[in-house]
């Protein structure tokens, strides 16, 4: 049953195949994404917590980081790789003055080659981890000139080699947090057919939301669009949006 879940759900683009990732003894998602996936030369991992996969917390921030590192590596190696074939890391933080211990912990993990990353300071991340880790890996390390997301990059898509990836699409406010969500990834859909992509091709995203209360509310209006296969996923909550209740950016297949 197994083997025929991942057929279904692998899509094959321009004679790649996009294919999710799961550990089977990974933390489980808490929402409508995929641990990992692969796609040609280059590897999407999900924003991995602080939990293993029984749920065991270590109980200091050194330990946190590398359990988030670990959670990376297992899918990374699913995909034949491993840390050293990431080119772009994205680390979130809820308590900025454990920012040396991290900083330590990947030193120590890249042997001090740490891949170029973005840290953002949060006040929540998800089911309250402290930290919280996402990679981008390649098998050659050339990266299609693929960059880290970033709140404070404008709505607008660029087309790269493989993929298209969009700036941070965020909407009006007065509507609830479910129809916000419909409108961003509806926006998003528009921009990518125009480049001759789809929501369907999307690889990544990363979620902005403005209350993580209503994390549950958007996963719900958020998997409507990803009925056949889920992409990779981070989920925040930023100190503020420019305005509304929820922002996204995405990468997708060309």
Sequence with gaps: MRIVLLAILSIAVYGQEVKPLIPTNGPKPVGPYSPGLSFGDFVFVSGQGVGDGSGKRPADTRGQTIQCLNNVRNILRLGQMDVANIFSLQIYLTDKSQEPIVEQVLKDTFS???????????????????????????????????EAAALDRPAGCKPLKQFIQCGVEVAAGG?????????????????????????????????????????????????????????????VQPFSLPRGRVAISVVAVK
Excluded: C, H, W
Excluded at 118 to 140: D, G, M, R, Y
Excluded at 177 to 183: I, M
Excluded at 204 to 214: F, G, K
């Design 112 to 146: 001090g080659k740490i891949p170029p990353r973005t840290t953002l300071f949060v006040p929540k991340l998800p089911v309250e981890t402290p930290v919280e880790i996402t990679a981008f890996a390649s098998k050659t390390k050339q990266t299609g000139e693929l």
């Design 175 to 235: 509507a609830d947090v479910e129809q916000q969500t419909a409108a961003v990834l509806g926006a998003l859909d528009a921009r990518l057919k125009i480049l001759g992509s789809s929501i369907t091709k999307v690889v990544a995203t990363n979620v902005y939301l403005a209350d993580m209360t209503e994390f549950s509310k958007m996963n719900g209006a958020y998997a409507s669009f990803f009925l056949l296969r889920a992409p990779t996923r981070s989920t």
